[in-house]
T-cell receptor, first 114, second 112 residues
Framework: NAGVTQTPKFRVLKTGQSMTLLCAQD?????MYWYRQDPGMGLRLIHY???????AKGEVPDGYNVSRLKKQNFLLGLESAAPSQTSVYFC?????????????FGEGSRLTVL | KQEVTQIPAALSVPEGENLVLNCSFT??????LQWFRQDPGKGLTSLLL?????REQTSGRLNASLDKSSGRSTLYIAASQPGDSATYLC???????????FGPGTSLSVIP
């Protein structure tokens, strides 16, 4: 049972480089989320999607873009990476969003920006 | 704006003890509250989800309670084991359908 899969798991970037993190879920969930987790800051919502073709900003969206072209995939892009974006990124999905749905998380993607 | 806090930030107990982790939230108009476990270098695993209409949920040695009026939830772990060592996070869904706000977590260490 795959659940929520994130790729890549580790990545090192230089300042100004771009990259895309991929999140894939096989549970037919409508809602998908990207969080970042930093020491002392906890988990903060970057962007989220409530269905295919829709995206919305979370708490800390600046410097990131997202796309949800297919229901099972949610992509997080960094157009010009900055050291402040060094973090662990988690993707999550749920069947019915925050209202009733249990959140399922991926294993995380550790990004270092030099 | 919903804010979620957890006390204590860290806890160390000997094996076999019963323990309680606390979670507080500022906006009592929540739809559900979830407790998660996170092992070092891993993602979050959902432990228990309490709907706003419920007072508690149980799974094995875990029991979570919810008191919306006081803005509190507790996670009770019975007969703790070294394998319970992890960080425990609570998260409250806001009144809208779309966002979940996390607490900072409690780091639990169970000493054999």
């Amino acid at each position: 049972n795959a659940g929520v899969t994130q790729t890549p798991k580790f990545r090192v970037l230089k300042t100004g480089q771009s990259m895309t993190l991929l999140c894939a879920q096989d549970m037919n969930h409508e809602y998908m989320y990207w969080y970042r987790q930093d020491p002392g800051m906890g988990l903060r919502l970057i962007h989220y999607s409530v269905g295919e073709g829709t995206t919305a900003k979370g708490e800390v969206p600046d410097g990131y873009n997202v796309s949800r072209l297919k229901k099972q995939n949610f992509l997080l892009g960094l157009e010009s990476a900055a050291p402040s974006q060094t973090s662990v990124y988690f993707c999550a999905s749920s069947l019915a969003g925050g209202r009733t749905g249990e959140l399922f998380f991926g294993e995380g993607s550790r990004l270092t920006v030099l | 704006k919903q804010e979620v806090t957890q006390i204590p930030a860290a806890l160390s107990v000997p094996e076999g003890e019963n323990l309680v982790l606390n979670c507080s939230f500022t906006d009592s108009a929540i739809y559900n509250l979830q407790w998660f476990r996170q092992d070092p270098g891993k993602g979050l695993t959902s432990l228990l989800l309490i709907q706003s209409s419920q007072r508690e949920q149980t799974s094995g040695r875990l029991n979570a309670s919810l008191d919306k009026s006081s803005g509190r939830s507790t996670l009770y772990i019975a007969a703790s084991q070294p394998g319970d060592s992890a960080t425990y996070l609570c998260a409250a869904s806001k009144t809208s359908y779309d966002k979940v706000i996390f607490g900072p977590g409690t780091s639990l260490s169970v000493i054999p």
